[in-house]
């Protein structure tokens, strides 16, 4: 099973703040906008005297509810097609462990979210790569890239949408390409649509869910976690109209009893958080886009890609080796006691050689706490003893 590229840092985070440096944790997607007050009343008032199992594909009430809100996202559903899990991560799980076999292949563009290599590995699946470029921002990769790579062994592909970790958005368009593509050859198409809210510049998310003619292939996968900032909840849902999917994934839901109760109480009532309360965390998340992304381009030799959604930015940096400069600035960095954390980019690739000089940024912290990490950063890139110097500028001197 291999280590989380996020988390794989905290032992020298911990270390860092132990020895009195303030870290600037840039380095997860755990946002500091507050839960809706809606969620937290939900719990206080939590009205029975025993919190009992529920139903292994989530209480009705609360299905039905999630129905509701799609269908104001342009997604027609019956709450029998969404099944609650444990968080968005047990979502990907089961789907993995659904759809495919020991030795099944699913092409993944990468950099990807790295829960899904960690899931296939533990699912026996193949995850096949196709590389997307800093240069273009990430785009989705030419399809005849992906039929490249298709075997017979090919059984799906998967996407993140708007994606963790690189915040690329994908369009209308490039979704109708990936629907025709797994028409064509008759494979499953999962989608992460868990940052479906955070879109910016006026872009508009269009759902896997609104694909014609591909309702049997098409999986979507969410989240409460990012949506409502209440990742601690543990609240998501597996969501398909293919009704053979559904069934075999209800084994595995049995299987694990029931999702928290709790969690799906508070859950239900954020489906009443008002329109209002994500168009301030929009604006909100739309400010700090544009001063991280602002501040790491006047960074001499960072160039980073404007992100249209999520809240991550992916950045290349001029140093040797991503991880080993991750691990320095906490262990041996520090500008006024204060440093920062970030999520060294090899460990969302297929391949560790590959974003070496890469990494990805989180920016869930406030304006004022996201300009003073970028000055830390850009004190430590000063001093960092694998700086690497461009050949031109070399040249030049």
Known sequence: MPASPIRKLVPYAEKAKKEGKKVYHLNIGQP???????????????????????????????????????????IELDYTQIMVTTGGSEAIEIAMMTCFNEGDEIIIPEPFYANYNGFGVAAGIVVKPVTSDIKTGFALPPISKFEEIITPKTKGIMICNPNNPTGYLYSKEEIEQLGALVKKHNLFLLVDEVYREFCYD???HFSVMRLKGVEENVIMLDSVSKRYSACGLRIGALITRNQ??????????????????IGQVASEAAVNVPKEYFDKVEAEYTN???????????????????????????????VDDADKFCQWLLEEFEHEK????????????SNSILGKQEVRIAYVLNEGDL?????????ALQVYPGRVVKKEKAAKA
């Open 371 to 379: 300009k003073k990490a970028m000055v830390c950063l850009d004190k």
């Open 244 to 261: 053979e999917v559904l069934d075999t994934a209800l084994k595995f839901a049995q299987a694990r009893l029931s999702p928290p109760t």
């Open 32 to 74: 500091d906008i507050e839960t809706p007050e809606l969620m937290l009343q939900a719990v206080k008032n939590f009205p029975y005297k025993i919190i009992e199992y529920t139903h292994s594909a989530g209480i009705e009430s609360y299905r039905k509810k999630l129905a509701e809100y799609y269908k104001k996202n342009q």
């Open 288 to 318: 700090r886009r544009n001063t991280v992304v602002g501040l790491l381009n006047k960074i001499e030799g960072v160039f980073c890609p404007m992100p249209s959604g999520a809240f991550y930015c992916f950045a290349s940096l001029p």
């Open 202 to 204: 006026g872009k508009e």
């Open 338 to 349: 204060q440093t920062v954390m970030l999520a060294p980019a090899s460990g969302f690739y």
